[in-house]
């Protein structure tokens, strides 16, 4: 038995490694670590670290704002914004929930918002000696002008490269998936089961026509996230024609299951890196 306390001090004491060595360098796979998007990310990165600190020390000075600032009060709800990124990858690093480069996505909309508030502080009216004022407003302009061309830039270049990689290098027609979703539909088939991993991208792949209900893969179990009872048995007939897909890294997996289920005999069929089984009877389940 863990004594109590024992775990939140075991995550505490192997949460920087986490962070550095995991959950950091997953937040730089969300921008892009290569080449010129990682170089436009560090710069952006720096504009909206600034732009939160002097928002936050606004903040803490009690919301005061320069004359004419009406607007910097209302800013402060972007704090949430920063807050939520920060408390996912706080999570990632001090508990024991396997972290995956999706959770930080959020740091795509702070490190916009940050850099959005620098650029709008950046025209607070200024008070004080003339010439001061003057030189701070033009450091203020250029600085404006910086922003707004690296968000330019950068907006471009992401549009560019992600046209290239979604549009221009789009190979899907070719790919096991679409193998997959054509030789289901011409076979007549409306619904069958993988894992989770593929269950909704192949029900995406078939256009709907023909459903993966998620199962896991060693009882054959519904797996109840983004899924419904309806399509499993008793609700769904489970004397209509079935299938279940499964890579090689599964396929032993589905095998066995199957076999635990008396099916020891079923057609099997190669589509691409797909194996499917088609057994004489539906055997997954929906547990209540």
């Known amino acids: 038995r863990v004594p109590y306390g024992a775990g939140i001090s075991r995550n505490l004491r192997r949460g920087p490694a986490k962070l550095f060595g995991t959950v950091l ?10 080449g010129v998007r990682a170089v436009l990310t560090v710069f ?21 704002c320069a004359e004419g600032r009406e607007r910097l009060p209302d800013m402060n709800r972007l704090l949430p914004v920063l807050l939520s990124f920060l408390a996912a990858a706080a999570a990632g690093a001090f508990t024991t929930i396997d972290s995956t480069p999706r959770y930080y996505v959020m740091a795509i909309f702070a490190t916009g918002a940050g850099a959005g508030v620098l650029y709008d502080l950046a025209a607070a009216s200024c008070t004080g000696d003339a010439g001061a004022c003057a030189a701070s407003k033009k450091a203020r ?5 910086v922003l707004g061309c690296l968000v ?6 992401a549009a560019l490269a992600d046209r290239q990689l979604l549009i221009t290098s789009d190979r899907y027609a070719d790919s ?18 993988a894992m989770f991993d593929h269950a909704n991208r192949l029900t995406a792949a078939c256009d709907g026509a023909v459903l993966f209900a998620s199962v896991e893969p060693e009882t054959l179990e519904a797996t109840r996230w983004l899924s419904d009872a309806a399509f499993y048995p008793p609700l769904a007939d489970a004397g209509e ?19 635990s289920k008396g099916i020891t005999d079923c057609r099997t069929e190669r589509v691409g890196r797909y ?14």
């Open 275 to 288: 194996q499917l089984f088609f057994p004489d009877r539906d055997v997954a389940y929906w547990k209540e």
């Open 44 to 64: 952006l990165a720096a504009a909206a670290a600034c732009g939160f600190i002097l928002l936050t020390a606004h903040w803490l000075r009690g919301g005061s």
């Open 176 to 193: 096991d998936d679409a193998a997959l979703a054509g030789y289901l539909i011409e076979r007549g088939f409306e619904r069958g089961y």
């Open 141 to 145: 302009k250029a600085l404006q002008r």
């Open 241 to 259: 024609r079935v299938f279940f897909a499964a890579t090689d890294a599964s396929a032993e997996t589905f095998r066995a299951a199957l076999a």
């Open 25 to 34: 360098p997953q937040i730089a796979e969300v921008f892009g670590t290569e």
């Open 152 to 157: 330019l830039i950068t907006g471009i270049y």
